[in-house]
């Protein structure tokens, strides 16, 4: 079993930044995919970006990749979402999930492909 915990989420005005975690316990998610979430308000949940645990292959909606950045802190067991240059369509709830094994390296952008999941962190910007 994996928990995971996610958090960094507030409000900003458009144009600033916040970095979101997802700290993750339990087992190993070595080879895992780590993957962010977002849904607002009416809206469907939809998959922000997404990569390997212990790879660097990384994958992003097209309206965030020049923006927003997922990396890694394996020796933390932590996932981190940089998003830069916010935006008020960016308001969401964000979520980070987890999918097991994942050595395949593709891309996840399904949220039923995930196993697990943290409660969300609030995203709000302004303009």
């Known amino acids: 079993q994996v928990q995971l915990l996610d958090s960094g989420g507030g409000s900003v005005q458009a144009g600033e930044s916040l970095r979101l975690s997802c700290a993750a316990s339990g087992d190993s998610i070595n080879y895992d995919c780590m993957a962010w979430f977002r849904q607002a308000p009416g809206k469907a949940r939809e998959w922000v970006a997404q990569?390997?645990?212990?790879?660097?292959?990384?994958y992003y909606m097209d309206s965030v990749k020049e923006r927003f950045t997922i990396s890694q802190d394996s020796a933390k067991n932590t996932v981190y979402l940089q998003m830069n240059s916010l935006r008020p369509e960016d308001t969401a709830l964000y979520y980070c999930?987890?999918?097991?094994?994942?050595?395949?390296?593709?891309?996840?952008?399904?949220?039923?492909?995930?196993?697990?999941w943290g409660r969300g962190t609030q995203v709000t910007v302004s303009s």
């Open positions: 999930a987890l999918r097991r094994g994942c050595r395949d390296g593709n891309r996840y952008p399904s949220y039923s492909w995930y196993h697990f």
């Open positions: 990569t390997l645990v212990g790879g660097d292959r990384t």
